[in-house]
């Protein structure tokens, strides 16, 4: 969420860069703007009503110890008549702050001034690409490796619980659990502190990270509990750090977790939904930092580099995107997507976004620190994917399957305890 005190003092430029993101802030921002004034006018109000009945309320003390009652019984009355007033103003203040926040989470995260406009996925820029895209004869995409070598099961899964909720079985399952624990292991020795969170999370959370209200569609709700399964351990992690005031010698916060994520993929359909290219539960190992605005754009680079230095160590062809006005999310500033190449489809995929939220997420979390003067700022929240399983082991099986089988990345080798599927 947008600090108001941002809108109010650049309107007319928060306006312009939000038209990069396609969206037509000019009216509401303009109420904004309206309902800002009129809170501000309100407050006044009430803190000038409060100020003159604390200080009638002492004159009638002292009055009544002087004996003049009367005098005394005449200001109590107009006490009575100034705390009803009070009571007024403090209904409309309460109202107006309530609308304004309304619209307040209406607006999208501002883009970084380096993110250029565009409609759609189509019109990211690719800023870098490694590794052999030459695609030989014959290649099985990863539904068919799977059944083949009866490694994940997608008409069992289906069986059980629907569309999108695969079974993994024998080294398949070993192969998903190891690059879990190999995710992991990475990610702590690059300092990382890792964390187990809950899975299931409450609104004020999802509010948080601003899953709510922009992607409500999209989650898992249980009304009864009024609890969200959560698309990304994003929301758990960002919010353990929720209504806390940093020391800055304390930062940057890092933590690493690995949750299955739940998404309802609503609309999905085709293509992109065959195997494990989109599934409504997956596994994913997420990185989260919590970082001083004057080095969250460094820290958005290193995070970046340590997840193409993953895809590296897998020896799978990546490339990386820096998506455009069109593509980025609501509540992100600027983000970079890494995708890998899978031969087997012959189309990239997206494994990570590394995103830097800015103020955006922290805003609303009251994630701050304490600067100058013991004065208190709010924080940048960053955090990316490191990485998403369900195209990665679509990459691994497509990218090194070979006649006698799926040969296993050496990095892997310690984890799975076998070197080939076959």
């Known amino acids: 969420m947008l600090h108001i005190n941002q809108i109010r003092d650049n309107s007319e430029l928060i306006i312009k860069l939000l038209s990069v993101k396609n969206f037509d802030a000019q009216n509401i921002v303009k109420e904004i703007l309206l309902l800002d004034e009129k809170k501000r006018s309100q407050q006044k109000l009430f803190d000038d009503t409060q100020a003159e009945l604390n200080r009638i309320s002492k004159e009638v003390g002292i009055l009544f110890k002087s004996g003049k009652q009367d005098e005394a019984q005449l200001l109590k009355e107009k006490t009575v008549e100034l705390k009803n007033a009070a009571k007024e103003v403090n209904d409309v203040l309460s109202e107006t702050g309530q609308a304004l926040e309304k619209l307040l989470v209406k607006l999208p995260n501002i883009p970084h001034s380096s993110v250029r406009g565009g409609k759609s996925s189509e019109d990211n820029e690719i800023i870098y690409s490694e590794g052999n895209l030459e695609i030989p ?225 922290a805003n609303r979390m009251k994630i701050r620190y304490r600067a100058e003067a013991n004065k208190t700022q709010t924080l940048h929240t960053l955090n990316g994917s490191a990485l998403a399983l369900p195209r990665i082991v679509a990459s691994l099986l497509e990218n090194n399957q070979t006649p006698d089988g799926i040969i296993v990345p050496e990095c892997l080798i310690p984890y799975t305890k076998f070197s080939i599927i076959n």
Not at 201 to 213: D, I, R
Not at 298 to 319: A, D, H, K, Q, S
């Open 137 to 361: 004869k014959g290649l099985l995409p990863h539904w068919e490796l799977c059944q083949k070598y009866d490694i994940i099961d997608f008409e069992l899964g289906t069986k059980i619980s629907g569309s999108g909720f695969p079974v993994y079985k024998g080294k398949g399952a070993r192969l998903q659990r190891a690059l879990i624990d190999f995710f992991i292991d990475n990610a702590v020795e690059a300092g990382y502190i890792e964390i187990q969170p809950p899975i299931f999370v409450n609104s004020e959370s999802a509010f948080g990270t601003g899953q709510l209200p922009d992607k409500d569609s999209q989650m898992y709700y249980m009304s009864i509990d009024n609890l969200y399964a959560i698309p990304t351990a994003e929301v758990p992690v960002t919010n353990l750090y929720r209504d806390l005031i940093f020391n800055a010698q304390d930062l940057p916060v890092k933590n690493v977790a690995y949750t299955p994520c739940f998404r309802r993929e609503a609309g999905s359909y085709g293509k992109d939904v065959r195997g494990l290219n989109r599934l409504h539960q997956f596994d994913k190992v997420e990185i989260v930092q919590i970082q001083l605005p004057e080095k969250s754009y460094e820290t958005l680079e290193e995070m970046r580099t340590y997840v193409c230095g993953l895809l590296r160590l897998l020896n799978l062809p990546f490339r990386v995107l820096k998506l455009c006005g069109g593509d980025i999310s609501f509540t992100s500033a600027l983000t970079y997507d890494m995708e890998v190449y899978s031969k087997g489809q012959q189309r990239w995929l997206e494994v990570s976004s590394v995103s830097n939220f800015e103020t955006f997420q």
